[in-house]
């Protein structure tokens, strides 16, 4: 076997039917993985400088919505209602919708989990695939040297090979991502707080006036 052989896209051409779908797929994942990574880290990074911006008074950026919800409760006037019910009313609209806008935001956070689960599994299947193709050739030829065996431990090793390149990177991207919009959902929290504190201790709906003066 020669050296070019060993080559990603080689493997992929010498393989058979099986072998060439199955490798086809995880390539296809492994793909996929890489564009949820980047749009995860992005939307880490955008949502963690807008968090930073308005706890510190700046541009809301794509915390619009939730300081918007903050307002629309702000606005509401109940009977009887104290200064502490109307802050918890006020942080509990907030909340409610920094929680849609954070799994929004997540988008694609589930699917890196399901292809760190499930491309293993289809890379084993063709593996099992190329080992049992050695053996109907082993079986077809009465032969068991090297030039039988190999095509098809070559193809059993090349589907194992796609099968991890998809399944690492997306393991490692889920956890990694996950762990950051868990640290966002705390920052985004705090930011709630203080912005809840804000409106109702005789400050009004801060981003609101921001927003107007720019």
Do not use: C
């Not at 493997?11 to 086809?24: D, E, I, S, T, Y």
């Not at 009977?79 to 935001?105: C, H, N, P, W």
């Amino acid at each position: 076997m020669d050296h070019t052989s060993l080559s990603p896209l080689a493997m992929f051409l010498n393989a058979g039917p099986v072998g060439k779908l199955v490798m086809a797929l995880l390539l296809a994942a492994s793909v996929w993985t890489w564009v949820l990574i980047v749009e995860g880290l992005v939307a880490v990074r955008r949502i963690g400088k807008a968090t930073q911006s308005a706890r510190a008074g700046g541009s809301l950026d794509v915390l619009e919505p939730i300081a918007e919800a903050g307002r629309e409760a702000y606005a509401l006037h109940l009977a009887d209602e104290t200064i502490g019910e109307k802050r918890e009313r006020v942080a509990e609209y907030m909340s409610r919708t920094a929680r849609e806008f954070l799994t929004q935001a997540e988008g694609g956070l589930p699917n890196l989990a399901v292809i760190s689960s499930v491309a293993p599994f289809i890379g084993l299947f063709g593996t099992v695939w190329g080992i049992m193709t050695s053996f109907a050739g082993i079986a077809q030829s009465q032969d068991t040297s090297l030039a039988v065996v190999a095509p098809g431990i070559a193809e059993a090793l090349a589907a194992t090979a796609y099968g991890l390149a998809a399944a690492i990177p997306a393991s490692i991207g889920y956890n990694r991502i996950g762990s950051s919009f868990a640290r966002l959902g705390q920052e985004v929290a705090h930011y709630i707080e203080d912005e809840a504190l804000h409106m109702t201790s005789g400050g009004g709906p801060r981003a609101k006036q921001q927003k107007e003066a720019a």
